[in-house]
C-alpha cells in the first residue's frame, strides 16, 4: 500500500497516555531492545526544572517517528538559561527515507521554542552529524574535546571500583550520595567564567546519577580543613574491550585546584586498583580545571583518532540571547556528565 504524503501525517507533542506504548515499541524495531542506561525511562526522566520535551510523529494514529530532548540549566556568564540536549530521535525503519527524521527535529525545536527553550543542541555519531549541522541548522562545535591519560593497572581484566577512595595528603576524601549538600557549596563556590556551562548543582547531580541502572557511579567529595573544596564522579566502563576509566564530573571551588588535582589522583589510584588501562575526560575550554587535567597528563586527542565519533553541535532558538560565537569549543566548559553515553 502507498504511504500517504508527508502534509498529510500528523505531529503533535508526546503525550503519556496516548503514546508510551507506541513509542516503546518504536524503539524496539529501531534500536533493539535497550542497553543498560540507554531506556527512554531514564532518557526522558522528569528534570528539575520541567518535563522533557517530545514530540511524535503518527500516520493513522501510529507513532512512525519520534524526537526529544533532556532538559539542562546552562549558565552563559551569569545568565541562566534553558536547553535541551535532544536524544532518542528515531524513525520506524519502513519510513526511512522518507525525511521524518529531519521533520521531527524541526517540529521538536518549534515545540521547544513555544515552551521557552533558549538553545538546542546535542552529542551526535557518525550517522546524524550531517543532518544536525545540515538542514537542522545546528552548529558544530568543534573539536570535540576529549582527553585521555594511560594508566598503569594493577592486574589484567576490569574489576569494581570499590568503595574506598585512596588518602591523598592535605585532602580529606569521603564517598558521598548524589544529592549531598556539599556539592551545592562547592557550586556556590565555584569558579565564575563568561563562558557556557551547565548548572552542576546538588539537585542535578541527583537528576543525572541517581536511577541509571547500568552505571556503578562513584561520587566523591574533598575537603580541606572540613571546607567541601572539590567533588568528582567516575565510571569503570569497558569500551571496545578496553578496561577504562571516566571522570564523568570534576568540580572545584574558586581556590579548590590543589583539592582538586589531589581528588582526581585519588581517583586514579582507584581506577588502576580496578584493572583500568586508560582513563578518559572532556577538556573544559576554560577554567582551572582545564589545567588541572592538563598538568595531570590528559592529553587531547586528534578528532581522527577517537574511536567513535562524537559531536557537539548546537542552535539558538531565543535570538535576543546575546549567544556570541556558538562554535567556539573554548566557550565551553563539557564534561561526560553532559551526554547520554557514559
Request: proline fraction near 10%; charged fraction near 25%.
Given at each position: 500500500m502507498p504511504k500517504p504524503p508527508a502534509s498529510a501525517l500528523q505531529i503533535d507533542p508526546y503525550q503519556p497516555e496516548r503514546d508510551r506504548e507506541q513509542v516503546e515499541q518504536l524503539w524496539l524495531?529501531?534500536?533493539?531492545?535497550?542497553?543498560?542506561?540507554?531506556?527512554?525511562?531514564?532518557?526522558?526522566?522528569?528534570?528539575?526544572?520541567?518535563?522533557?520535551?517530545?514530540?511524535?510523529?503518527?500516520?493513522?494514529?501510529?507513532?512512525?517517528?519520534?524526537?526529544?530532548a533532556m532538559p539542562v540549566r546552562l549558565l552563559a556568564g551569569d545568565q541562566q538559561l534553558l536547553a535541551g540536549w535532544s536524544v532518542g530521535a528515531m524513525t520506524d525503519p519502513s519510513w526511512r527515507g522518507q525525511g521524518l527524521f529531519v521533520r521531527a527535529g524541526q517540529a521538536l525545536y518549534q515545540y521547544m521554542d513555544e515552551q521557552g527553550f533558549d538553545l538546542v543542541g546535542g552529542f551526535s555519531n557518525a550517522q546524524s552529524a550531517s543532518l544536525h549541522v545540515g538542514p537542522l541548522q545546528r552548529t558544530p562545535v568543534r573539536p570535540f574535546p576529549w582527553c585521555a591519560k594511560p594508566l598503569l593497572p594493577r592486574h589484567l581484566g576490569l574489576r569494581s571500583l570499590g568503595t574506598n577512595w585512596p588518602l591523598r595528603l592535605g585532602v580529606e576524601i569521603s564517598a558521598v550520595a548524589p544529592g549531598d549538600?556539599?556539592?551545592?557549596?562547592?557550586?556556590?563556590?565555584?569558579?565564575?567564567?563568561?563562558?557556557?556551562?551547565a548548572v552542576r548543582d546538588a539537585a542535578w547531580t541527583l537528576w543525572r546519577y541517581q536511577g541509571r541502572p547500568d552505571a556503578d557511579y562513584r561520587l566523591a567529595v574533598a575537603s580541606v580543613a572540613g571546607v567541601p573544596a572539590a567533588w568528582i564522579a567516575v565510571r569503570a566502563l569497558q569500551v571496545a574491550k578496553v578496561p577504562g576509566f571516566f571522570i564523568v564530573d570534576l568540580q572545584c571551588t574558586a581556590s579548590g585546584m590543589a583539592a582538586a588535582t589531589q581528588l582526581l589522583k585519588s581517583a586514579e589510584q582507584m581506577a588502576a586498583s580496578a584493572g583500568c588501562v586508560?582513563?578518559?575526560?572532556?577538556?573544559?575550554?576554560?577554567?582551572?580545571?582545564?589545567?588541572?587535567?592538563?598538568?595531570?597528563?590528559?592529553?587531547?586527542?586528534?578528532?581522527?583518532?577517537?574511536?567513535?565519533?562524537?559531536?557537539?553541535?548546537?542552535?539558538?532558538?531565543?535570538?535576543?540571547?546575546?549567544?556570541g560565537d556558538l562554535g567556539n569549543p573554548r566557550q565551553w566548559w563539557l564534561a561526560w556528565s553532559d551526554t547520554d553515553v557514559v
Open positions: 524495531r529501531v534500536f533493539g531492545r535497550a542497553k543498560g542506561g540507554q531506556t527512554p525511562e531514564w532518557l526522558f526522566r522528569p528534570a528539575p526544572m520541567c518535563a522533557a520535551p517530545r514530540v511524535v510523529i503518527r500516520d493513522d494514529n501510529q507513532v512512525i517517528a519520534h524526537a526529544g549538600p556539599r556539592i551545592d557549596l562547592i557550586w556556590q563556590n565555584r569558579e565564575k567564567g563568561k563562558g557556557i556551562t586508560l582513563a578518559s575526560a572532556l577538556l573544559p575550554g576554560w577554567g582551572s580545571l582545564r589545567s588541572v587535567l592538563l598538568r595531570r597528563a590528559y592529553v587531547p586527542v586528534p578528532e581522527r583518532l577517537h574511536p567513535q565519533k562524537i559531536m557537539l553541535s548546537v542552535r539558538a532558538l531565543d535570538a535576543k540571547v546575546p549567544w
